[in-house]
């Protein structure tokens, strides 16, 4: 498995510090987000899943705890919009150039608008996917943040 992607070398070229974890990614977990969790040994809400919804017609990436779902409403109040709903696979794979199981907020084809749980900024360091499936970056909430220009709010249900 390659460790370099376009998440790794965005992450280089922003001046974040990280490190990457590697694990046997499963296609048929039910929930990848906390199979990743698991297959690296940390609490699911220390590794934070990335989702693409759309939000009044456009796409936004929302990043949260792997042991959560998203509240649309709260979504869509976060970004002072009306209606979210999550993005078709297809189409999260052509906004971001990842493919589904390895989406990452960092270094998508277009950087789109990024909200994360407030929530995970209390957390020293996070696992977020690394732009491959079975790889995730480990680094400060607060860089992640940063680097994306996110918001910070309560997005889960």
Not at 17 to 38: C, H, K
Not at 86 to 97: I, V
Not at 130 to 156: E, F, Y
């Amino acid at each position: 498995m390659a460790r370099t992607t376009r998440a790794t070398q965005f992450l280089e070229r922003s001046g974040v510090a990280f490190e990457t974890a590697t694990y046997d990614y499963d296609p048929n977990a039910d929930r990848i987000g906390l199979q990743a969790a698991e297959a690296i040994g940390e609490a699911p809400r220390r590794v934070l899943k990335t989702l693409m919804a759309v939000l009044d017609g456009k796409p936004v990436c929302v990043i949260v705890p792997s042991d959560r779902e998203v509240s649309m409403k709260k979504l869509a109040a976060a970004f002072g919009g009306k209606h979210a709903a999550m993005m078709k696979p297809a189409e999260a794979e052509k906004t971001t150039g990842y493919v589904v199981g390895g989406i990452s907020p960092f270094g998508q084809k277009k950087q789109v608008p990024t909200a994360i749980e407030i929530a995970a900024l209390d957390e020293a360091l996070v696992y977020i996917n690394g732009g491959q499936r079975g790889l995730q970056v480990r680094l400060s909430p607060v860089d992640a943040r940063d680097a994306v220009k996110a918001i910070a709010a309560s997005l889960v249900a």
